[in-house]
């Protein structure tokens, strides 16, 4: 399976002062992109992944009680893996049929995938009352080609998510992680969210 590669590098010291965004920044944050998204897209809480792992469909079945997410042109699923204390992005656009994984340093688990697709099956046939037809095609993206194990992996989802969510191409660099980072933080204090742009954002609405 070809793995993606959408930007570059920078110096690990563009970091040292970045804060890490835990599950309670993350999750205040997805929501904010939520909300801004209007009916187009939907990110599921912070704990709905690990949930869904440990307990099952049974678990989280009420989630999204009050939501069609099958209405919805993209979904985005933030995983907490607690073996690498790391957070990833899986991105189901469901107006192309595909499962996007994103992963600070372009790593990739299928299993995560698969449970997702078996999440979507049940979800179908509990709210529609039919199976899911729907076939998605799996794409790992990797992001960066230098070393990252210093950026901050729910600082990486959240920028990927509102790129993501307004159909922005990812042209940012390492380099811009430091101000995205400051921007998200004064995000939240004013519970408004604005666009995360790079020196390189152009007027485009094609993203990898």
């Keep these: 399976m070809a793995t993606s590669t959408i930007s570059q590098s920078a110096s690990p010291s563009d970091f040292?002062?970045?804060?890490?965004?835990?599950?309670?920044?993350?999750?205040?944050?997805?929501?904010?992109i939520t909300i801004r998204s209007g009916n187009?897209?939907?990110?599921?809480?912070?704990?709905?992944?690990?949930?869904?792992?440990?307990?099952?469909?049974?678990?989280?079945?009420?989630?999204?009680?009050?939501?069609?997410?099958?209405?919805?042109?993209?979904l985005m699923i933030p995983i907490y893996i607690k073996e690498e204390n790391c957070w990833c992005l899986v991105l189901i656009d469901m107006t192309k049929n595909v499962l996007k994984y994103y992963d600070k340093s372009g790593k990739y688990d299928p299993k995560h995938i698969r449970l997702i697709v078996k999440y979507l099956k049940l979800e179908h046939v509990m709210r529609k009352g039919e199976f899911l037809k729907t076939q998605f095609t799996e794409s790992p993206i990797k992001i960066f080609n230098s070393d990252v194990g210093i950026l901050d992996c729910g600082l990486f989802i959240c920028v990927i998510a509102e790129h993501l969510s307004r159909n922005a191409r990812l042209l940012f660099t390492l380099k811009d992680m430091r101000r995205f980072h400051k921007q998200i933080l004064c995000d939240l204090t004013c519970d408004s969210i604005t666009c995360l742009n790079s020196s390189y954002t152009t007027n485009s609405t094609n993203t990898k």
Excluded: P
């Excluded at 469909?57 to 989630?63: D, E, G, T």
């Design 40 to 74: 187009n897209v939907y990110v599921f809480d912070t704990f709905f992944f690990t949930a869904l792992s440990e307990k099952g469909y049974s678990r989280v079945h009420r989630w999204t009680k009050n939501i069609d997410i099958f209405s919805k042109q993209k």
């Design 16 to 32: 040292d002062d970045c804060a890490c965004l835990d599950d309670k920044y993350i999750n205040k944050y997805m929501n904010l």
